[in-house]
């Protein structure tokens, strides 16, 4: 990445490093990379030893996303691909390949779009088996590929090739012109979990791939989910209020309420590094990374930054990072 890019690019990753080892005051967290020109990094991934995120716009129809990685041995940001996207799906690692869902409007109300990479070329995918506006995650069930849908009807489709041939394994059934979307998604244990949007409606679903999906039983109708993550084979939820969140625990079909640490603690995102729980938080200017060690139970703050926006969290290789919008507002 040439010296005149840092300047133009805008979205923001700081790297931190695991509690136990030589801690960073919140100042000297070091920012690891300044890309753009879109608002928001976001959808972090490892993949082949990188860091892989999209840059975004947020919350507004924008046919812009570029895909970017970060080589932590090297430090060196390498700019990946450009999507015609509103915005970029949820990515997976399925059969030692990267796959990156998004929407293309020039050809999404007949078919849905993905980009597949390994970790050198780029190759596209079409998902023809339903009328989809937006390929919002990819996720794999029982060892198949499927791709989480929305349009007339959100749905699920099924690849057992790796992309090449699909099937319709689910429709949502939706009142004539109106919509309905399947957006955050996971699956864990032969069951996929899917918050569901249609109009007047939000809900937390449960698919087990036979039947309608069902609601998530002691889930809090309406609530937004803002998080949805698999930790040692165990769904978790988490849904956002304008000055709090609460975090679930998903068993079977229930969901049950863990504590949060404090009054005013608002989750932007959560993710597992298969042994601890990580979340990013947002109160005013200031951010913290809190680590739970008990699954959920109890929380500690590990870290503390103040300016930009966070977004995005995740963990690579014992590093943490948290992706999002700079403290200037583009990055």
């Known amino acids: 990445m040439t010296a005149k890019w840092t300047y133009l690019l805008a979205a923001l990753i700081l790297g931190l490093i695991f509690p136990g080892q030589n801690l960073w005051a919140a100042e000297q967290l070091k920012v690891l990379a300044h890309v753009g020109p879109w608002p928001v990094i976001d959808r972090l991934i490892g993949y082949g030893g990188k860091l892989w995120f999209s840059n975004s716009v947020k919350g507004r129809n924008h046919n812009s996303a570029d895909i970017w990685s970060?080589?932590?041995?090297?430090?060196?940001?390498?700019?990946?691909?450009?999507?015609?996207?509103?915005?970029?799906?949820?990515?997976l690692i399925y059969r030692d390949l990267l796959y990156w869902p998004?929407?293309?409007?020039?050809?999404?109300?007949?078919?849905g779009m993905i980009e597949v990479t390994n970790g050198k070329d780029w190759a596209p995918l079409l998902v023809p088996t339903a009328e989809i506006f937006h390929l919002h995650h990819l996720t794999e069930m029982n060892g198949d590929l499927l791709a989480v849908s929305s349009a007339w009807r959100a749905g699920y489709q099924r690849s057992r090739d790796g992309g090449k041939t699909w099937s319709r394994a689910y429709d949502h059934m939706t009142p004539k012109g109106r919509v309905s979307r399947f957006t955050d998604t996971v699956?864990?244990?032969g069951k996929v979990y899917s918050r569901l949007r249609a109009r007047g409606l939000t809900m937390l679903t449960v698919w087990t791939g036979d039947g309608p999906v069902r609601e998530v039983s002691g889930w809090p109708q309406g609530s937004p989910v803002s998080a949805l993550l698999a930790h040692k084979n165990t769904a978790y939820a988490v849904t956002r209020q304008k000055k709090t969140?609460?975090?679930?625990?998903?068993?079977?079909?229930?969901?049950?309420r863990l504590t949060p640490p404090e009054?005013?603690?608002?989750?932007?995102?959560?993710?597992?590094?298969?042994?601890?729980l990580w979340a990013v938080t947002r109160a005013g200017d200031q951010s913290k990374v809190w680590q739970s060690k008990d699954d959920g139970e109890t929380w500690s703050v590990a870290y503390e930054f103040s300016g930009?926006?966070?977004?995005?969290?995740?963990?690579?290789?014992?590093?943490?990072?948290?992706?999002?919008?700079?403290?200037?507002?583009?990055?």
Do not use: C, K
């Open 70 to 91: 970060y080589d932590p041995s090297s430090g060196n940001v390498r700019y990946e691909r450009y999507l015609h996207s509103q915005d970029a799906g949820g990515p």
């Open 102 to 111: 998004f929407e293309d409007s020039r050809f999404s109300l007949g078919w």
């Open 187 to 189: 699956s864990v244990g």
């Open 245 to 256: 969140s609460s975090v679930w625990r998903l068993s079977g079909e229930g969901a049950n």
């Open 263 to 276: 009054e005013a603690w608002r989750v932007m995102d959560m993710t597992s590094d298969g042994q601890s």
């Open 308 to 331: 930009g926006f966070p977004w995005s969290i995740h963990v690579l290789d014992g590093q943490v990072y948290v992706g999002g919008r700079g403290p200037d507002g583009i990055g």
